[in-house]
C-alpha cells in the first residue's frame, strides 16, 4: 500500500513542478536558455497534402500574444468554414499533438487553430514555463475570438478540442464561452484536481498542507533572488527501467523522436517549482453542467491511467454528452497514433453540431 501511494504521489508531481520542492534538487534558473522562444520549423507529423498552414498570433484578454498556427483545406469552397480551436497536451507545444490534430481536421474540411499556450513555446509572457487554469482557459476564448474575426470562417460554427489537460480548460472555457457551440476532449486531465487532490484523490490534508507550506516558503527564496526558479526536468535524459508505466509512456512520446520538440516543456524543460499554486485552490469543473444543452464528446484510452478524468466528468456533466473509451489504448496513445484516435467520429461529431 505505501509503495502505491508513493506511485501515486510521484505521478502527480511528475509535471507539476513540485518535485524539487519535495525532494530538495536543485532547481534551474527560470531562463530563455533553458526554454528558447525562438521559431522552429521541426513538427513531430507530416503536413497532408491537401492542407496549408500559415504562422498566426493573437491577444488574450491579459495583453500576452498567443502564437498559433492557422490549418486549412486546399480544397475549401467559398463559403465560410466551420473552425476549431485546438491546444495541448499539458507542457506540449503546437509543433506536437495539437498541430497534428489540427492538420487532421483541416484535411476534413475544418479550418483549426493550433496555439501555444500563455507563457509557452512561441507565445509572450514572463516567467517562461507557467500556468494558470484562468489564463489558460483565457486562451482558448482568445483563439475564438481570432477566428471568428477571419473572413473564411463562419463564427457561429466555432468549436473547441482540448487534449490532455487542456481537455479540462477547453471545458471550462466552453462553460463560460457561449460562443462554442460543441466540444472534444481527448485523454482529459483535469489539472486542478490534480495537483490538489494527487492522482485518484489520494493526496492526504496533511499532505496537502505540506506541499503548500513548502511552495510558500519557496515563494521567498524566488523573491530574494528575483525570479522564480525551476524544478528539475519534467522527464529525464534516460530511464532507469523502474519507472511507473505511465512515466515510460510519456518518455515514449516527448524525449524520443516521435514526439521531442525543443520548445516543449516536457520534452526540453521544466514548470516552475511554485506552478501549482494557482491550482490547488482553484477547482476548473465546477460548472460543468453549463456546457448543456451544447454537446460534449469525452475520448479516453481503455487502458489509460488518466480514464477516469473522464469517465467522472462523464457523470457530472448534463445530457448531450458522450462518453467513447478507445480499447486498449494508453493516454499517449491519443496523442500522435492516427490510427488510434477517432478522427472520423470528431469529424461527424462537429459535422453534426456545428450548425
Request: proline share 6%; with cysteine.
Amino acid at each position: 500500500m505505501k509503495k502505491r501511494l508513493t506511485l501515486i504521489m510521484a505521478a502527480a508531481l511528475l509535471f507539476s513542478g513540485q518535485l524539487s520542492a519535495q525532494t530538495g534538487r536543485k532547481p534551474l534558473k527560470n531562463s530563455k536558455k533553458m526554454n528558447s522562444t525562438e521559431q522552429t520549423e521541426h513538427y513531430t507529423f507530416k503536413l497532408s497534402d491537401q492542407v496549408s498552414r500559415r504562422k498566426v498570433s493573437f491577444k488574450n484578454r491579459y495583453g500576452i500574444t498567443l502564437s498559433g498556427d492557422l490549418y486549412l483545406p486546399k480544397n475549401a469552397k467559398t463559403e465560410a468554414l466551420p473552425a476549431l480551436a485546438i491546444s495541448g497536451p499539458f507542457g506540449a507545444v503546437k509543433e506536437q499533438s495539437s498541430g497534428l490534430y489540427a492538420s487532421q481536421m483541416a484535411e476534413r474540411g475544418f479550418a483549426a487553430i493550433a496555439f501555444d499556450p500563455s507563457y509557452t513555446g512561441e507565445s509572450s509572457g514572463n516567467p517562461r514555463n507557467v500556468s494558470s487554469p484562468e489564463i489558460n482557459t483565457e486562451d482558448f476564448s482568445a483563439a475564438v475570438d481570432f477566428l471568428g474575426l477571419q473572413k473564411n470562417i463562419d463564427r457561429n460554427k466555432i468549436g473547441i478540442i482540448g487534449i490532455c489537460g487542456f481537455g479540462g480548460f477547453a471545458l471550462n472555457a466552453t462553460a463560460a464561452d457561449k460562443r462554442v457551440k460543441a466540444v472534444a476532449t481527448t485523454s482529459l486531465y483535469d489539472m486542478t484536481r490534480l495537483m490538489s487532490k494527487g492522482y485518484h484523490d489520494a493526496v492526504t490534508p496533511e499532505q496537502r498542507t505540506k506541499t503548500l507550506k513548502d511552495l510558500s516558503l519557496q515563494r521567498w527564496k524566488d523573491a530574494e533572488n528575483g525570479e522564480p526558479a525551476g524544478g528539475p526536468r519534467n522527464l529525464p535524459e534516460k530511464l532507469n527501467g523502474d519507472e511507473p508505466q505511465f512515466v515510460k509512456e510519456y518518455f515514449d512520446y516527448y524525449r524520443t523522436p516521435r514526439g521531442f520538440h525543443p520548445n516543449s516543456v516536457n520534452s526540453n524543460g521544466a514548470w516552475l517549482i511554485t506552478n501549482p499554486l494557482s491550482f490547488m485552490n482553484m477547482p476548473i469543473l465546477t460548472y460543468v453542467k453549463e456546457i448543456s444543452p451544447r454537446p460534449m464528446l469525452l475520448i479516453a484510452g481503455e487502458r489509460a491511467h488518466s480514464r477516469y478524468f473522464s469517465e467522472d466528468i462523464y457523470k457530472n456533466a448534463s445530457e448531450p454528452k458522450e462518453l467513447m473509451i478507445i480499447p486498449d489504448a494508453v493516454h499517449v496513445d491519443l496523442y500522435d497514433r492516427t490510427d488510434v484516435i477517432p478522427f472520423d467520429r470528431l469529424e461527424s461529431f462537429f459535422r453534426t453540431h456545428l450548425k
